[in-house]
């Protein structure tokens, strides 16, 4: 599957095969900081959207990656959990905060250490 590495210092973004599991670190050619995996359907911004930018980092801080992340989801008394439609990522900071509340739960912990 088709990833993003996104370098969120420099603000650009190259598509990659990659096995997003493995913990191979990409450096960025321009900073050589550690590139940041996201999903294919990850759209970066453009340079210059410094609000988006601003929003993304937010996100990712928060642990969200774009992976899926689910409006409902809800645990049946036969112990199988139910996920129901993908919530839509936010594009400003202030739907991000409310995003980041919400689905808190869903949020994963970063890999590498930043910092
Ligand atoms: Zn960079």
């Known amino acids: 599957m088709g990833h993003k590495s996104v370098c969120l210092e420099c603000r650009k973004s190259l ?60 645990v049946k008394k036969s112990g199988i959990i139910v996920y129901e439609n993908y919530a839509k990522y936010p594009e400003n900071i202030k739907d991000a905060k409310e995003f980041v509340e919400k689905y808190k739960d869903q949020a994963r912990i970063y890999k590498y250490k930043t910092g």
């Open 15 to 74: 598509n990659r095969e990659i096995d997003s599991n493995s913990e191979r670190i990409y450096p960025c050619s321009e900073c050589g900081k550690p590139m940041t995996l996201l999903p294919h359907r990850f759209k970066p911004p453009k340079k210059t959207e410094d609000k988006k930018w601003e929003t993304v980092n937010f996100l990712i801080e928060h642990g969200f990656y774009y992976q899926h992340v689910y409006e409902n989801v809800e």
